[in-house]
């Protein structure tokens, strides 16, 4: 077997080991929902808010855990669904499906679960460090969905694509959350300001992960646009100055 079927077996095997664990802890989360109905403050994400679990907290907290879920797996199946209509094979049934769970995705996530997680980072256990981190996961998860939103609607699919790809990095940050936390309690470095890092960690570092595995899609345009400048310098007159500064005025 040569490297590159060797590399090509080994992401799918660690993509499949992925997608396992996060089943593993999105089914261990949903197992903690009858601890919710009624609120039994006794449960670890209950623990201490008995003050704060009343009016808007209340409704914000069991719309939050209600939806998320939900907007999860549709994400998930809009997001590996939406790579098989890049093909030509697929179908105009396949594609208006694609677009009516799209709406009813956004809906979800526009409607309550962003407007819901931004009333429960207010009273975030831990305090403002991690309210404002769960805070800013809400807008970063609005902003890439407007921003799917839009390039579909524009017709840039490959650029709806990639936002897409980044709204569900957001939402798959509360499953990353309570793995990180799992692994501080076994390891016993549980603490406020773990929780407090993990707020932001959560989700920043995948986002930036999957934002330096573009890197290699924009060095070419990149590169082109300083070879012009360079050609251009050193060589006015040449042929491939005139080819390269003409490229360059085509770039946005």
């Known amino acids: 077997m040569n490297t590159p079927i060797r590399?090509?077996?080994?992401?799918?095997?660690?993509?499949?080991?992925?997608?396992?664990?996060?089943?593993?802890?999105?089914?261990?989360?949903l197992t903690e929902y009858p601890l919710y109905f009624p609120a039994d403050?006794?449960?670890?994400?209950l623990i201490g808010r008995e003050e704060?679990?009343?009016?808007?907290?209340r409704f914000a907290f069991y719309s939050h855990i209600v939806v998320g879920p939900?907007?999860?797996i549709l994400a998930a199946w809009l997001l590996?669904?939406?790579?098989?209509?890049?093909?030509?094979r697929s179908t105009t049934?396949?594609?208006?499906?694609?677009?009516?769970?799209?709406?009813?995705?956004?809906?979800?996530?526009l409607g309550i679960l962003v407007p819901s997680g931004l009333v429960m980072a207010w009273d975030a256990h831990t305090g403002p460090i991690a309210g404002w981190g769960f805070?800013?996961?809400?807008?970063?998860?609005?902003?890439?969905?407007l921003m799917a939103i839009r390039k579909a609607i524009s017709g840039d699919f490959e650029a709806h694509?990639?936002?897409?790809?980044?709204?569900?990095?957001c939402l798959v940050s509360p499953l990353i959350l309570r793995v990180s936390m799992g692994v501080s309690i076994t390891l016993a470095f549980e603490s406020e300001t773990f929780y407090q890092f993990n707020a932001w960690a959560s989700w920043m570092i995948p986002l930036a992960i999957y934002e330096f595995r573009l890197l290699p899609r924009r060095m070419p345009s990149g590169a082109s646009a300083l070879d012009a400048t360079m050609a251009h310098t050193h060589f006015p007159d040449s042929p491939v100055s005139s080819q390269t500064v003409s490229y360059q005025k085509v770039m946005p």
Do not use: E, N, P
Request: net charge positive.
């Open 93 to 109: 049934r396949a594609r208006q499906s694609h677009r009516r769970v799209g709406r009813v995705q956004a809906i979800l996530v």
């Open 52 to 57: 704060v679990f009343d009016g808007l907290y």
């Open 161 to 169: 694509r990639l936002w897409a790809t980044r709204c569900f990095l």
């Open 135 to 145: 805070g800013s996961l809400s807008i970063a998860t609005a902003a890439t969905m």
């Open 70 to 72: 939900i907007a999860l």
């Open 7 to 29: 590399t090509a077996a080994l992401v799918a095997t660690l993509r499949l080991a992925v997608m396992a664990l996060a089943v593993k802890v999105w089914v261990s989360i």
């Open 41 to 45: 403050f006794s449960a670890a994400f």
């Open 80 to 88: 590996f669904g939406g790579q098989k209509l890049t093909r030509r």
